[in-house]
Each structure stands twice: as C-alpha cells, then as structure tokens.
C-alpha cells in the first residue's frame, strides 16, 4: 500500500509542474498548490527526495525544487579515468559523452549518477558542472594503508576511483596492507571524501585476501542478520501429514535430480513416462514459498539478495544453508514439499496441454550430468549396471528433449556455441588447472525441461490473467547490426539489412553458417555482444533469445527471487483467487519494483562472479610469466586489443603502447588496428601469439 501511496504523490507532484513547468516550489507550496492533506507533508518530502533521485526534479536553493531544463542539463554516469578527468555517458544515447574536469571529478566517483550542467562559454565553447549528485555508485572501497605527515590514509586500489589519498579514521595498521572501508564523507570541489575502516584483509599478495576483496567490494556476505536465523531456527521443518493429505503424492514415481558433482541445492527434479505415442513430463520444484512466507525478514533478506552467487570455491546463498541445502533441496530418499508442472507432449514433442499443482516427490537418485552421459554416450558398463532401474527412464529423456530441442531450434533459438572455462582447484583453494566445461546430452535433458516448464507456467498465467513477473529479451538494436555489417561482410557474411525487426531464425541461420570454421568463435562472440540483455518485467515481450513469446523463471526459487514470486502467483491462480482491481493496481507497481531491483541484483552478481573468474585466472597464470602462447584477437579497444589463449580459455590485453614497430590507432567501425606508417593489421579473430609480460593478480590484469 506505501508503495501505491508514494507513486500517487509522485505523479500528483509531476503533474503540477507539467501544467507549470518553469515554476520553482518549495515541499509547503507545493503542498499547498497541488491540493495534498495537511498531514501529508512527510509523503511529498519523500517523494521529491525520490524524484531528484531519478533526476526528474532538480533541487535547487533555499529547498526549492522545478523541473530539469532538458536544453543544458544531461544525466548519466561518470566513466572515471586514472589520470584524473572523466567522461559523462549519458542516458539518453542521442547525446555525445560529456568531458568532466579534474575538479569536477573531485565532487564524483567511478560510477556515480549524476546530473550535469552544460554552460555555453564565448566562442561556442562548453563547461560542464556537476548540478546534482543522483546515486552514489561507491560506498565502499578497497585500498592499501599509508601513513603521510603522521596520518593514516587509504590509497585506492582501484585507479578510477581517484588517485588521491583519502583520509581513514582508524588503528595504526602496517603499510601496505589491504583495507576495506565505506566512504564517511563525500568529496566536494576542495576537500577530498574521507573513509572509516571496516577490515583489514591482510597482505595483497595472499589469494585468499584477492578473493575477499571481491566479496567485501560486491557487498556480500555468507552470514545473514541475527532476525532471520530467529526466524529460521524457531520454524518447523517436518512435514506433517495433513500437509502431504492436501498434496498430490508422487512419491511412488521414479524421479530423479540431475546436477553438477558439486552441487549442493537442487531445485529441481524430473521424472519422463510414455503416453500413447506422446510424453508426459513432470517437473518437480522445491516448494520455497511454503517456508519463506511474505513480509517475513528471511522473505526481506531473499528479496535483497534476491540470488544467490557462484564461485569457482564457495558460494553466497540467497537462503540459509538449513534451507538452501536442508529441507528445500530435493536431497535423495528424503520426503520434499514441490510444485510440479505436469506437461504433455505428442509424438513430434509438441506440448499440448498442461496442468500445476502442489506435490510431496521422494528424489530416487542424485545423478550428475557426467554419470548421466556415461549412461546415455558412454555406454559405461558400470553406471550401467548402479543405476540399471533408471537405464530406460534416461533414454525416454533424451528421446523427449531431443525433440522438443528441435521445435525450439525451428522457431529460431539463439545457441551461442561459446566455450565456458572450468578452473580447476587444488587442496588449498588455488586454480591447477583450467580446461574447457564439458557440456553433454545431460546438460541439454535438463535445459530442455526447465525451459518447458518455464513455457507452460507463464502461459498457464498469462491465459488466466494473472499478472506475473516475465523473463523478458529484447532483440538487438537495428543501429547494432548495421555496425556489425561491414565486419560480417569481411568474412563474407550477411545480415538482412531492411527488416525493422530481425527474427531470431535469421541470426540463427547465420550461426549455422559459421559452425565448425575457423571464425566461428569471433562471430559467435561479436553477435553475442550486440544483443541485449534478458531481464524480469510484468509486460511480456517475449524472449528473443529463445525464440519464445511467453516466458518466465521458475524452476529455480531456491536461488532466484523472481521464481519465488511466480511460485506465489501461481499459487493464487491455483486457488482461483484473481486480484482486484485495486489489488491488481499495487500489484503491477510491486512487481514493476521487483523486476527492476532482481535484474539489477542479477547483473550485479555476474559481474562478481566474471571477477572472481578473472581473479582464478590471474593467480593461474602467475606460474607462467615469460611463457608464450597461441590465442585469437576477440576484440578491440582504442587502448589495445584483446587475446584468448587457445590452451585455458583465458584473456590478456595487448596494450597498443607495447606494439614497437609503428604508431597503431583503432577504427572502431572497421574493427581494425592499422599502423600509420607499415599498415599492419589487427582484426578481430585473427591469430596470434603472445607472450605473458606482466600480472596484477589482485586487479585481475594480465598483459
């Protein structure tokens, strides 16, 4: 209901100054002139406070606020430099970067949203000025500990930061050693911000302390607040007989989980069984929703989460452990509360009807992918003869994912047939090796299901007008693949040029084209690149990427909060309890929210995990400094270029000032590195060999 409140006021407030555009109003006038209550004072506050946020209002003096002057005020984010000066890139994608001064960049961090003022100078020049600080991207930081003039101050790790000092509050440490701290004060145009220490990580070059410095700067934690493990510790977790009386008891079916040999939580399980010349498949997912209930503080710290993350050592969950692998993972020969999508298939694996409902399943096997292919490819007499009561029922799998594969496949499914690196670990936690992840018919039985599943639901919700939350995908650009065009036609590939909306069957059959030659890895990559990113909405726009018009998450609630959420829509559409208009109302605001803070978490998570990644990578490579390599160029930058090495699935950079022989510059709608004087060439895909200069193990840096 407060969202519902807040958005009323917010649009209340904008639609007087709409009627009044170049008015500037204090909260009381505003308050006055726009008709709210007397007590609502507190509201509106918030509400502009929230507005300038989003930079739809601009504070000005004396708390006076109007509406931005579109003509010299652009918002966007700052793109810091290590030399001092920065660049505004702003929102709107019509309108050139901005260039911030050093003393601007003073007022600002690497990442900040902020609003910019442009003032016109004599002779047509431009000055651009920080009118408003929107959202602060760095709260917390990592640096090394110094002692200038007798003080104690942080050096930035991170050169975009700011290579200036900044003043910590805190214990006399060693110099030298890495600090985590949460910025206490803000810089301004003079004074430089200030920091108060939180931890010390220890010796830069312990990978141990590499590894935590990731984890503190992405704001993680494995431990969660001393409410929820009130909460979880005080609740019960037997299942009663009367909640398995009001279930469907599959507990009789053969049903089985199949994962990686180092999962722990398992979502899902799946069970296939003959119906005339047709399927039915039953997918069984943990029933998170009957123990995280809503507005409960484990519901609020899943929510904030809202997923968990993977590392190559560890993991942060978005739930306790006592749930995440307890009584939600579908353990083996253990009684489980689930939500099964039951779906039938004929003959050419069409699916052609569906149901949903609450269930009990008792797991009969944890399998992995890899014992599953030595059933299915391998023919390994002895998973054979473990696993012989389950030997046909794995076979009837892949016959039905097969199937449905090629109906997704028909209809245009994007299959980036990019290879993902498996590192390796020793004893002790540090990278041995790292070889290229196996991807079998096991991986494709599962991906088939879960995508079938997720199918089925959001139709099931969308036919019964329910609003839901969509895992939506954008197509790319049109301007993106008219970028791409000439670089495609270098290798003597087209797209189609004059259609408005590309279907994805088109970039498929390029795909194919390409498979199994030498640019197949370079196209791949550079298609890949120019997509846009899927995320969580409640208007459905389809899925590009998988070729579908009606899709959403959930087979995964244990470790995604969107799949939670559907799992409670579903819910009321199995209960038939349909919103009311004013419910549907909050609702849709409630779930436009959460779509925006689960893809921005999301996102935020898949970059800790590509860091952590890199950081594996970096320390891996320690060992081969001087060595050399063979690799292909997968692209390019106006500062160098990009090599992955053939043997590890691993990325240096070829810095353009280590190249000798010429003075090289980047045309960027080539895609090319030329020479001024020789005309040598650096394209994209080309082969090279490199040799290993220099590793920072801690800024994940290899050239």
């Not at 003509?71 to 001092?84: I, Y």
């Not at 799946?270 to 009957?290: C, K, M, P």
């Not at 709608?669 to 080309?686: A, N, P, Q, S, T």
Request: proline fraction near 5%.
């Amino acid at each position: 209901m407060t969202r519902h409140a807040d958005s009323q006021t917010q649009k209340k407030i904008l639609d007087l100054f709409a009627k009044h555009p170049r008015t500037r109003l204090t909260p009381a006038e505003i308050q006055r002139r726009a008709g709210f209550e007397r007590n609502d004072l507190q509201l509106i506050i918030d509400a502009l406070r929230e507005l300038c946020r989003e930079g739809k209002l601009v504070r000005l003096k004396k708390n006076h606020y109007t509406l931005p002057d579109r003509q010299n005020l652009v918002t966007g984010r700052v793109q810091a430099h290590p030399d001092g000066y920065g660049f505004l890139i702003p929102e709107d994608k019509n309108v050139e970067d901005v260039y911030l001064s050093r003393r601007e960049m003073r007022r600002v961090m690497h990442g900040d949203q902020v609003m910019v003022r442009i003032d016109r100078k004599p002779r047509g020049a431009t000055e651009a000025h920080i009118a408003q600080v929107i959202r602060h991207a760095q709260k917390r930081l990592l640096g090394t500990y110094e002692e200038i003039d007798g003080k104690a101050y942080l050096i930035p790790m991170d050169a975009r930061i700011g290579s200036m000092p900044l003043k910590i509050a805190g214990a006399r440490l060693e110099k030298g050693k890495v600090v985590a701290a949460e910025i206490s004060r803000f810089g301004t145009a003079m004074p430089p911000p200030e920091a108060a220490m939180v931890q010390v990580l220890g010796d830069p070059a312990d990978p141990e302390v590499q590894a935590q410095s990731i984890i503190f700067r992405f704001g993680l934690s494995s431990s969660f607040p001393p409410e929820v493990h009130r909460e979880v510790m005080s609740a019960a977790y037997e299942i009663s007989e009367s909640e398995t009386a009001r279930r469907e008891d599959l507990r009789a079916l053969p049903i089985v989980t199949i994962d990686g040999e180092n999962a722990r939580d398992f979502d899902d399980a799946v069970y296939v069984q003959r119906n005339g010349q047709g399927y039915e498949l039953f997918v069984s997912i943990a029933d998170v929703s009957h123990y995280v209930r809503p507005e409960t503080a484990l519901d609020q710290e899943a929510y904030a989460r809202a997923t968990s993350v993977y590392f190559p050592d560890r993991a942060i969950p978005m739930l306790p452990e006592v749930l995440s692998n307890g009584i939600c993972s579908l353990n083996p020969a253990e009684d489980r509360l689930t939500k099964t999508a039951w779906i039938e298939f004929n003959g050419k694996g069409e699916a052609i009807r569906s149901r949903f409902f609450n269930s009990v399943i008792r797991s009969h096997a944890r399998m992995t992918y890899t014992d599953v292919r030595r059933i299915l490819v391998d023919k390994d007499r002895e998973c054979l003869e473990r696993y012989r009561n389950l030997v046909d029922q794995f076979k009837l799998m892949e016959e039905l994912a097969l199937l449905i594969y090629a109906n997704r496949k028909a209809r245009g499914n994007l299959d980036f047939d990019l290879p993902e690196a498996e590192i390796i670990l020793d004893l002790q936690g540090l990278p041995e090796n790292i070889v290229r992840a196996e991807r079998n018919i096991a991986h494709r039985i599962i991906e088939e299901f879960m995508i079938a599943a997720n199918e089925a639901v959001a139709r099931q919700l969308t036919a019964k007008d329910f609003p839901t939350l969509y895992r939506v995908h954008e197509g790319p650009d049109q301007e993106a693949l008219e970028d791409l065009a000439p670089f495609l036609l270098s290798l003597g590939y087209r797209l189609p040029q004059n259609k408005k909306n590309l279907p994805p069957l088109e970039i498929q059959r390029l795909l194919e084209s390409a498979r199994g030659k030498p640019e197949e890895r370079v196209i791949n990559r550079v298609l890949l690149r120019s997509m846009k990113q899927a995320l969580y909405q409640p208007e459905n726009i389809g899925h590009f990427g998988l070729a579908s018009t009606c899709y959403t998450h959930f087979t995964s609630p244990i470790r995604r909060y969107p799949d939670l959420i559907v799992h409670r829509m579903l819910d009321q559409a199995l209960r038939n309890d349909k919103p009311k208009p004013k419910e549907r109302e909050d609702l849709k605001s409630y779930l436009e929210e959460a779509g925006k803070h689960t893809s921005e978490r999301e996102r935020h998570s898949m970059n800790a995990e590509r860091e952590m990644i890199a950081l594996k990578k970096a320390q891996f490579m320690m060992t081969k400094m001087g060595e050399e390599f063979s690799g292909f160029i997968n692209s390019l930058a106006n500062f160098g270029f990009f090599v992955e090495l053939d043997d590890y699935f691993i990325e240096g950079l070829v810095k353009l000032s280590s190249l000798t022989d010429d003075d090289y510059d980047y045309y960027e709608k080539e895609y090319v590195i030329k020479g001024r004087r020789h005309g040598r060439k650096f394209r994209l895909g080309d082969n090279v060999r490199v040799r290993v200069a220099r590793i920072n193990a801690f800024r994940s840096e290899i050239d």
